[in-house]
């Protein structure tokens, strides 16, 4: 895929997904997500390998669990998934600051409205004159008012979202007619680095992309890192690259 190809699908994976980020930020989390689970499954394995079984700290974490337990205190609100939201301020702040500093440099200055004429100095000679300067007044006015709310010029108030950012990037990228000069190359490395930036902290969000990554914590029995497979909804696998040891969010699977 070249980088304005791919610029484009990650412009587009952002505008696309908002709404299902907003939907995600009030649902519960996950089990499945990638990674999430198994990775405290395994250090839970590894606690377990170096600790002893202590009644007293078994006894107190079931007591922090029940404090936990919703069942104990009645009904409560879905809780709020801060890293929902923490994802989407900083990509809607990547994305508005990126469309500020392009349109700075491309957007040009709306059409300036008609001056009044000092009728007093400079009168007109005859009523069908004055009437074609009205006219030409008029017009220039409605040009100028329609440059000014032209849908596609960006504005540093009101609609700063990060959709919308996302859109009115989109349209730079293809070249879009509008109240703008077209963007050069530096420019559209610029937009392409932010939006890649951006779809990936979506992807990773919504766990809709596929993901492959190598865990911290090493392999308790041989040492071996160990590579963890999933995104796209499906469950995370992991695998150890020394011993070839596998783990699933249900324990071991193969040693």
Known sequence: MNTTASTTTNLRTVALHWADLREAAGAPSQLG?????LRGYLARLDAADRDEFNYDRAHAAHLRSQERDPLQIG???????????????????????????IAHHVQRAPIAGPTARRTATHPYLTQREADIAAADRQRRAELAHADLVD?????????????????WLLARIERKPGPC?????DEERRIGNVAAGAA???????DIAAQRRTLAQPCGDCGGAIDVHGGEGRPPLARCTGCGRIWTEGGVIAA
């Open 33 to 37: 997500a990638f990674g999430l689970g």
């Open 151 to 167: 849908p596609r010029r960006w504005r540093y108030t009101g609609r700063r979202t990060a959709p919308h950012a996302a859109l």
């Open 200 to 206: 990936a902290r979506v992807e990773r969000a919504l």
């Open 181 to 185: 000069r077209r963007i050069t190359d």
């Open 75 to 101: 009904e409560r609100p879905v809780p709020v998934r801060l890293h929902i939201l923490d994802t989407m301020r900083a990509v809607e702040a990547a994305l508005v600051q990126c469309a500020d500093d």
